[in-house]
């Protein structure tokens, strides 16, 4: 078991982080570190020693339309500054602070689709956590990241019958716009869990 490691500023971050042989001045992006600081702040990660590790806590949520039993997927998602993902996922999103997965899960729904009422959406069940592990991510490489996953069933009404789109926005700019379709089979757990995870988009920091 880990030590946490409380972060006063994004200079002490990346004095902790070179002290553990991260440098991350070899990451690709200048504001990844900033990135990381905000999701330690906001408490979507904490960062742990012995060894150095981020850790994070993730909701995976299968989402099952009440009408045709079809499971909800994230196709793709288009980044205002033109890059393009493929997605084929399901909804996932980070726990933050002391929420508990259920909440988690019902802030994803609100915040992801776009959905104005819950009182649609019915949480069937959550599992109990599964231990994951990435040696290195593509926005932080050289961190490891342990993922605490949550797989929550739930079904919903009041949603697009076919595909839809939702919009991301930071400070009422464009960051993203996501692209979901329904599915009849579950697609299995991909080991990428960028699960949107705040305000960076990889918005997905994984």
Same mark, same amino acid.
């Given at each position: 078991?880990?030590?946490?490691?409380?972060?006063? $500023?994004?200079?002490?971050?990346?004095?902790?982080?070179?002290?553990?042989?991260?440098?991350?001045?070899? *990451?690709?992006? &200048?504001?990844?570190?900033?990135?990381?600081?905000?999701?330690?702040? %906001?408490?979507?990660?904490?960062?742990?020693?012995? &060894?150095? %590790?981020? *850790?994070?806590?993730?909701?995976?949520?299968?989402?099952?339309?009440?009408?045709?039993?079809?499971?909800?997927?994230?196709?793709?998602?288009?980044?205002?500054?033109?890059?393009?993902?493929?997605?084929?996922?399901?909804?996932?999103?980070?726990?933050?602070?002391?929420?508990? @997965?259920?909440d988690?899960?019902?802030?994803?729904?609100?915040?992801?689709?776009?959905?104005?009422?819950?009182?649609?959406?019915?949480?069937?069940?959550?599992? %109990? &956590?599964?231990?994951?592990?990435?040696?290195?991510? &593509?926005?932080? @490489?050289?961190?490891?990241?342990?993922?605490?996953?949550?797989?929550?069933?739930?079904?919903?009404?009041?949603? @697009?019958?076919?595909?839809?789109?939702?919009?991301?926005?930071?400070?009422d700019?464009?960051?993203?716009?996501?692209? *979901?379709? *329904?599915?009849?089979?579950? @697609?299995?757990?991909?080991? +990428?869990?960028?699960a949107r995870i705040? $305000?960076?988009?990889? +918005?997905?920091?994984?």
């Amino acid at each position: 078991m880990g030590t946490r490691i409380k972060i006063d $500023n994004p200079a002490h971050l990346q004095q902790t982080l070179e002290g553990e042989g991260v440098f991350v001045g070899q *990451w690709d992006s &200048p504001a990844a570190l900033e990135a990381l600081f905000t999701e330690i702040r %906001e408490g979507e990660c904490e960062l742990q020693a012995s &060894p150095l %590790e981020r *850790w994070l806590r993730i909701v995976r949520l299968a989402l099952v339309s009440k009408r045709t039993g079809m499971f909800l997927v994230e196709e793709s998602v288009q980044y205002a500054d033109g890059r393009f993902q493929q997605r084929g996922r399901l909804l996932s999103e980070k726990i933050i602070g002391g929420e508990n @997965p259920i909440d988690c899960a019902k802030r994803a729904v609100a915040e992801e689709l776009s959905v104005a009422s819950l009182s649609g959406l019915e949480i069937l069940g959550v599992s %109990e &956590p599964s231990i994951e592990y990435r040696l290195s991510t &593509p926005s932080y @490489p050289g961190l490891r990241s342990r993922y605490e996953i949550y797989d929550v069933s739930a079904t919903i009404e009041g949603l @697009p019958s076919t595909g839809f789109s939702t919009e991301e926005s930071d400070a009422d700019e464009l960051v993203a716009t996501h692209r *979901w379709c *329904w599915a009849k089979q579950k @697609p299995k757990a991909q080991n +990428n869990h960028s699960a949107r995870i705040g $305000n960076e988009p990889e +918005n997905d920091r994984q």
